[in-house]
């Protein structure tokens, strides 16, 4: 606990512009929302500074899997950074879905950094019928 609150107040100070002051490279994540609607699931991603070109998304089964990478934008050659606090690099991340989901039907669009997933679930049957009982010989 000690330590996570070390990491807590270090995280959140700003650092100085001095190379001495400065710190690793943190990992790009990106943050989600998942919200369960009558006609399915709805995802929200926001990738703030990527395109769609970006972002790969994939569903298997019930998982839905969405991965990527940040990268530094514009002409850095030579730069030296004194304060880097965005985050950059590799990213994936999976959502476990339940089984009534349909794969075949998932829509994603994406507008200003913000991806939208749609995920149908399926049509249910008639939970309750009747059943004819034959006659055997």
């Known amino acids: 606990m000690k330590e996570d609150m070390k990491r807590l107040v270090e995280d959140t100070t700003c650092v100085a512009p ?3 002051g400065a710190r690793r490279l943190a990992q790009f994540r990106p ?3 998942v919200l369960e609607l ?3 699931y709805l995802i929200l991603v926001e ?3 990527l395109e769609r ?3 790969t998304l994939e569903v298997h089964g ?4 969405l991965y990527g990478e940040r990268k530094l934008h514009g002409n850095i050659t030579g730069a030296a950074f004194h304060v880097l606090e965005r985050s950059y690099g590799s990213f994936a991340r999976r959502f476990s879905l339940p089984l009534d989901i349909d794969p075949s039907a998932v829509e994603a669009s994406m507008k200003s950094g913000l991806l939208s997933v749609m995920v149908p679930k399926r049509p249910q049957g008639p939970r309750n019928r009747q059943i004819n009982i034959s006659l055997q010989d």
């Open 18 to 20: 001095f190379p001495q």
């Open 31 to 33: 943050v989600a929302d």
């Open 38 to 40: 009558a006609e399915g």
């Open 47 to 49: 990738l703030p500074g």
């Open 53 to 55: 070109e970006d972002v």
């Open 62 to 65: 019930n998982e839905l899997t």
